[in-house]
């Protein structure tokens, strides 16, 4: 064999191998796909989900399913995708702080969040509120700040438990105002809001939908949000990045895929999923479920996940969290 046949059959052989991965990509989806939620139904992310499977099935060719498995602190439904096969038949949605604070309480993972997952999709950033009782006696953040300083101890914070978003986020306010309250643990967001409304806790950081109602019957106040901008769903009320320069804890809304998913598989995921977050009848249910649309490219995941990781850890330092 010459050298010139040779090369021929040497770019032949290439071209075969690389061959099932081209047809995979073009023949996706083969199947229908699963969207897996690390929590129970009705959560932020759950309705996130179906909104997104109702809109890409259609353009995909295929059924969309949402299946919900709670448990472990998102370990399960995590640990399930990371086994599954890199086809991009098996998504996680779920919410950034459940990737970024994992290795920060756990010793030992069933998973590895930066090996075992690509990004496909930065659907949407969701702010949370920061709310108060209706008898404190504060009714702006700044009455409110100075409230604390003036009984430092005495006002609390209830939050959906030791290492959520909810309590890194409050910590962190701490730290960056001056101010100190006392932290109430709760077992999720279904047992601070109640114990807000009850007066069992001063304050709470929530998402909109969880207080809203509570806020229109005048049983709670909302005094600020935990990003650098204000929020469309209530525009009078201060984003603490006015006043903590850089302060944004409002967490990201995203879709992952196994790692080795090919990558015509995750851009065209990620085409459909932008379409379907950013279309005009998407965009007011995103919203009133407390999610402000974004439809980023995996890149723009990527990047808004080390950011959201960075500021997780230096809030989780502050507030003395352990692996366990």
């Known amino acids: 064999m010459n050298r010139s046949t040779f090369l021929q059959f040497a770019a032949l052989v290439a071209a075969g191998l690389t061959l099932p991965a081209a047809v995979q990509a073009q023949a996706f989806p083969s199947k229908p796909i699963k969207l897996v939620v690390p929590y129970a139904p ?26 919900n498995k709670p448990g472990a602190g998102g370990a399960v439904s995590a640990a399930s995708i990371a086994q599954s096969p890199a086809d991009g038949h098996t998504l996680l949605v779920t919410d950034g702080p459940m990737l970024a604070i994992a290795p920060l309480v756990t010793q030992k993972m069933s998973y590895d969040p930066i090996k075992d997952f690509v990004p496909v999709s930065l659907v949407g950033t969701a702010p ?4 108060v009782n209706a008898n404190v006696k504060a009714n702006t953040l700044d009455e409110f700040i100075a409230l604390a300083k003036t009984k430092p101890g005495a006002l609390n ?12 986020t409050a910590e962190a306010m701490k730290d960056g105002l001056g101010i100190f309250i006392t932290h109430i643990p ?12 009850g007066g069992q806790v001063d304050m709470v950081f929530a998402s909109p939908p969880a207080l809203m109602g509570f806020v229109k019957s005048g049983q709670a106040k909302l005094i600020a949000i935990n990003s650098t901008k204000r929020s469309d769903l209530a525009p009078n009320v201060p984003a603490l990045g006015e006043k903590i320069p850089g302060f944004d804890f409002a967490f990201n809304v995203v879709v992952l895929a196994r790692a080795g998913t090919p990558p015509e598989v995750v851009n065209r995921l990620s085409a459909e999923i932008a379409k379907a977050v950013k279309a005009p009848d998407a965009v007011e249910p995103l919203r009133v479920a407390g999610v402000d649309p974004v439809g980023g490219t995996p890149e723009q995941l990527a990047a808004a996940m080390r950011s959201e ?7 989780a330092k502050r507030a003395g969290l352990k692996a366990e």
């Open 42 to 67: 009705g959560g932020l992310p759950d309705t996130v989900a179906r909104l997104i499977a109702q809109r890409i099935q259609g353009p995909l060719g295929q059924p969309v399913v949402v299946e």
């Open 128 to 131: 949370l509120f920061l709310a």
């Open 157 to 168: 914070y209830g939050s959906a438990g030791i290492g959520s978003i909810h309590h890194l």
């Open 186 to 197: 709760f077992r999720g967001s279904g047992a601070s809001v109640p114990a807000l409304i």
């Open 309 to 315: 990781a960075d500021r997780v850890a230096k809030a």
